[in-house]
């Protein structure tokens, strides 16, 4: 069912008709929001855009779907004509390569195959059935169609680590098959997201493998292409960038380094495609704008020194479209999204956490989107160059104001509103839908934060470790009905984890349990277990895993026939929980049996 907002007091006076009738005289109407042979309203993007290289399209909501239909169809027209190539969207830069892949042409032509690529991204914000019906639109223009003149799928965000360097030993098998073995011993902790290890360290085995790729670069390129290794070396980068700033605490400093290395990420991308290729880049309006935004300084929701209903302490923080302006100043344009009111999918963070339809009531009379409303259209761009020089409407135009801002999840009427944009500057149009309706998710995604939380009490001592009970007292992680998910079975003592290989790239699934630490304080345990595997890839594993305190060691991996696997931790004095994981990461089936725990000291 779907909850319901309150809408804030109103603040302020409404809009003057000044403001209103400039709205209206730069206005163009939308026909459609879905994607039609029709473009007939479309002619104002080709005069705002000219001859940019970069287009930017926001939105004022991660679950809009009359967004994502809208921007499918603006970049349509960018594509066919105005020869735009690449795509890219707020999503793992490694994720989004496995989307071209697909868009390219690899793998079968179907929703299913389709979906499942798109599930790399990372986000399900982008899970969506709007979003697919976007790419499966790219692979059917590029049939045919010369390298030069494909449209290519990209991520820009940070993340994705261990995929990006999957893709690096991929790649390095194509063009140096002799460094494999050694990189990949190197690189192992990243592949198989194994916390609490020294990250500094695998921030410098980055930092070496981009080297290398910098110093075999002739021979590299001569054995692939020029596009090939920019982008590998770019999925470097960027998971390079995530080690360094892996732990900040402070949403404002994070936030910082996080839209400058979008910024970064787009401009390699548009020096991977070379130099006469253009992009398109879609975000949140908070991200795309050309402006310093003011956001939480703290992690949570509500933040350290807010309420639900009262903003924290604020930091500021230069958006990636603000410098993107600085790098490519007249080559950039922006399209801004505003919303009146309707239905938005989030989760609802102060209820059950599960994905909803939010419903929103009309704006409040201060703000942009009331002003916009009040042109009577249900889709509407409106130019926002050259605006008036002075007076009334000026006047207004240029002051801060709020305007409906959504991101993927609601924590109380703080995160309704942006209050720190001058639209002018930041946006060259803005584009008005009056009536939302909430995006549809594709079953890969995660429906509750339950289903990737799993977080339980810890016990006072091991339960079950010869499964003699079936799964009782251990948790199965990454589990589920969903195409993706792992299955548990267990069978005269012996658990079976297993994932076929349907085309993903990335995961982890198995069981889990925790114990109380208390009686472990100033000892040595080892967690042992025999297993057996079969897997086909190198990162393809089964292994033991045990963490206390934010220390995590893990196993040799298993085999194909039964050896028995061991990791062991020192407990600190004040350490509250020991987790035990037996796991396998990709594809494939592993079995485990005769899990023990031996304390020393």
């Given amino acids: 069912m779907p909850i319901t907002s309150e809408t804030p007091g109103i603040s302020e006076a409404p809009a003057p008709q000044e403001v209103v009738d400039w709205f209206r005289s730069r206005s163009h109407s939308l026909r459609t929001a879905r994607p039609d042979p029709d473009e007939s309203d479309l002619g104002w993007l080709a005069e705002v855009v000219g001859d940019a290289r970069v287009v930017s399209l926001g939105e004022a909501s991660h679950g809009t779907s009359e967004y994502f239909t809208l921007k499918h169809r603006f970049i349509r027209y960018l594509v066919e004509h105005l020869g735009f190539t690449e795509f890219s969207i707020e999503a793992s830069l490694a994720g989004g390569r496995v989307v071209d892949e697909w868009v390219q042409g690899a793998g079968p032509d179907t929703p299913e195959a389709a979906n499942i690529a798109l599930a790399h991204t990372s986000y399900h914000t982008w899970d969506t059935v709007e979003v697919l019906e976007m790419i499966r639109w790219m692979r059917a223009y590029n049939q045919g169609r010369p390298e030069s003149g494909r449209v290519h799928f990209h991520g820009f965000d940070v993340g994705g680590s261990s995929l990006a360097v999957q893709q690096y030993l991929e790649y390095l098998h194509a063009v140096d098959p002799q460094a494999v073995d050694a990189k990949l011993a190197e690189l192992l902790p990243i592949i198989r997201l194994t916390y609490g290890v020294d990250y500094h360290f695998l921030g410098r085995a980055l930092e070496s493998a981009i080297a290398e790729l910098d110093a075999n670069r ?45 910024a970064e990420n787009c401009a390699g991308l548009l020096e991977a495609a070379g130099p006469d290729q253009k992009l398109i ?32 302490e604020l930091a500021s923080v230069k958006s990636q479209g603000w410098h993107l302006a600085e790098r490519f100043g007249a080559d950039q344009r922006v399209i801004g999204f505003a919303l009146g009111g309707g ?36 889709l509407v761009a409106v130019d926002l160059r050259q605006p008036p020089a002075d007076g009334t409407a000026g006047d207004w135009l240029r002051a801060a104001r709020r305007s409906r801002s959504l991101t993927a999840g609601w924590f109380g009427e ?86 076929p290989d349907t085309g993903f790239r990335t995961g982890s699934g198995g069981v889990r349990q925790r114990i109380d630490a208390t009686a472990y304080r100033g000892k040595r345990v080892t967690v042992t277990a025999e297993a057996r595997t079969e897997t086909e890839s190198l ?52 079995e485990f049996r005769n899990a023990g725990l031996t304390v020393e000291g």
Wanted: net charge negative; aromatic share 8%; hydrophobic share 40%.
């Fill in 281 to 312: 880049v879609w975000a949140h309006n908070g991200h795309v704008a050309r402006h310093i935004m003011e956001i939480p300084a703290n992690r949570g929701a509500p933040p350290p020194g807010g309420t639900e209903n009262e903003p924290p």
């Fill in 414 to 499: 703080m995160s309704e509103w942006s209050f720190s944009r001058a639209w002018l500057g930041a946006f060259d149009v803005v584009v008005y839908v009056d009536k939302s309706t909430g995006v549809t998710y594709n079953p890969t995604v995660v429906m509750s934060r339950d289903e990737t939380d799993g977080v339980t009490g810890a016990a006072l001592e091991p339960a079950n470790l010869d499964f003699a009970a079936d799964t009782e007292g251990w948790l199965v992680t990454g589990g589920g009905d969903r195409p993706g998910a792992y299955q548990v079975s267990v069978r005269e003592g012996v658990a079976a984890i297993s994932r």
């Fill in 343 to 378: 239905y938005v999918k989030m989760w609802d963070f102060l209820g059950d956490g599960a994905l909803k339809d939010r419903e929103f009531g009309p704006p409040p009379e201060d703000t942009v989107d009331a002003a916009l409303a009040q042109l009577g259209e249900p």
């Fill in 218 to 262: 002739e021979a590299y390129e001569a054995m692939s292409s020029r596009r090939q290794l920019a982008m590998t070396r770019l999925g470097l980068a960027d998971a390079r960038t995530a080690f360094q700033f892996i732990h900040t605490g402070a949403a404002g400093e994070w936030m910082i380094y996080r839209d400058i290395t979008m």
């Fill in 539 to 590: 990162w393809d594993q089964a292994y033991l895993v045990l963490a206390c305190s934010g220390a995590v060691q893990t196993s040799d991996d298993a085999e194909a026939d039964w050896s028995e696997l061991s990791a062991s931790i020192d407990v600190g004095e004040e350490a509250t929980q020991l987790v035990l994981s037996l796991r396998l990461h990709g594809n494939g089936r592993a």
